[in-house]
């Protein structure tokens, strides 16, 4: 009987290293830092590490889930360029809730694998910080006092699941309790 969950396994496929983004408290010193900005230095640092050349990257895979800044769709290809990969190679952004990092490395393993590229660049980046409030609705104007804002880090329909957890900090507690 298996695992619920995701999981792979690859046999030509290796993970060569691994950089962690700068940590901070909520609204502390990283707050004004954009999530691309954090990828890229993350990047940038893993290649001085390893001493791979950044132009040997076939694929840069990314995994974000909080659009923290104006230009967060161009978050993968941003990435790549300015920690050195050249223009030619491909970029994407993948979000899973809960399981961003494992599919990224997954992705980036199937692109090994499949013989699609031979080293992939994974960056995962967040910044709760710079979590939009947002205002949907007010593209077209509104009326006096029907003003509407969502707070992106507490609204509650992406937060909670089927079991009325809330994201990974009540995973703990999903896994313990009896289905």
Known sequence: MSTPGIGAHFTDAWLIDGVRTPFADYNGALANVSPIDLGIKAARDLFARTGVPPADVGTVITGNMAQASFDA????RHIGLYSGVPIEVPAQMVQRVC???IEVICQASDAVSLGRARLALCV???SMSRNPIAAHTHRG???LGQVEFKDFLWEDRPLRDQRGFRRASDGLRARARPR
């Open 73 to 76: 769709f161009m978050l993968p």
């Open 99 to 101: 399981g961003t990092g």
């Open 124 to 126: 995962g980046t967040e």
């Open 141 to 143: 104007g509104f009326r």
